[in-house]
C-alpha cells in the first residue's frame, strides 16, 4: 500500500511539473522582450550597433510549408520610441503603390500592432512595403467591427521614421530579389490617447508582428498565430519592457 502510495504522488509530481513547465514555455513563447536603446539613425539596412542588444524573434508562416520564406524581426525602445527591424527573404516584391495611405495589405507587406492598454479594444497599426510606403493608423476595434483613423498634422516629432532596403535585386515594383530589411521607428507621440505615459522598465504592452507575401498567393506569418485575421487582439502576444 506504501509502495502504491509513493508511486502515485510521484505520477502527480510528474504530471504538475510536466504541466507547469508546458505553461511557463508557453507564457515565454508568448513574451518578447524589448531592450532599452539611445535613439539612432535609421538607414534601412540593420547594420546599426544598436541592433546588436537586441535578438533575432522568428515569425512563422501560419499554414506550415518548408519553403516558407524566413522571416524574422528584433525590438528596441528609447526615450521618445519604439523602434522595429524586419528580415523578409523573398523572391519577388509583388508591390505596386507608390504612396503612403493605400490599402498596402493588398500587397507584400509587413505589419505590426501596439496595444498599450489591454483593457480597452483599440490598439496601433503599422503598415510597410518593400517600396517603403506606410499606412499608421489607429483602430477602436468593437468585436469585429473596426473603426479607423489616420493621423492628422503628421509631422515633425509625430511622424514616424522608416527605411527599407533590398539584396539580390532592385527596390522597384515586381523586382526580383533575395530579401528585403525594414526599419521603423513609431514615436511616443503618434500612439496617443492610446498611452498614457512612455512605458520604462517592466511596463508591459500587448502586441504583435506579422506579414504577408503573395509570390504563390496569400501567404501569411504571424509571432503569435491567429487564424489569419490580423486583428484577433485577443491573441496577442506580450511585449515587456526591459
Known sequence: MALLYNLLAFLTTMLFTGLNGQQTKTIENNKLIIRKSDDFKL????SDLHWNKASWTNI???KTDPKSYNTKAKLLYSDTGIYFLFFCE???LTATMQADFLDLWNEDVIELFIQPDESIPAYFEYELSPLNYELPITI???KGKLNSWIPFHYEDDRKTRHAVTTRGGEQKRNANVHSWTSEIFIPYKLLRPLIKEIPSSGSKWRGNLNRIDYDKGETLWAWQR???DFHEYDKFGIFQFE
Open 140 to 142: 477602436y476595434n468593437e
Open 226 to 228: 491567429n487564424s489569419g
Open 60 to 62: 512563422s508562416a501560419l
Open 90 to 92: 523573398d523572391n519577388k
Open 43 to 46: 538607414s534601412g539596412t540593420g
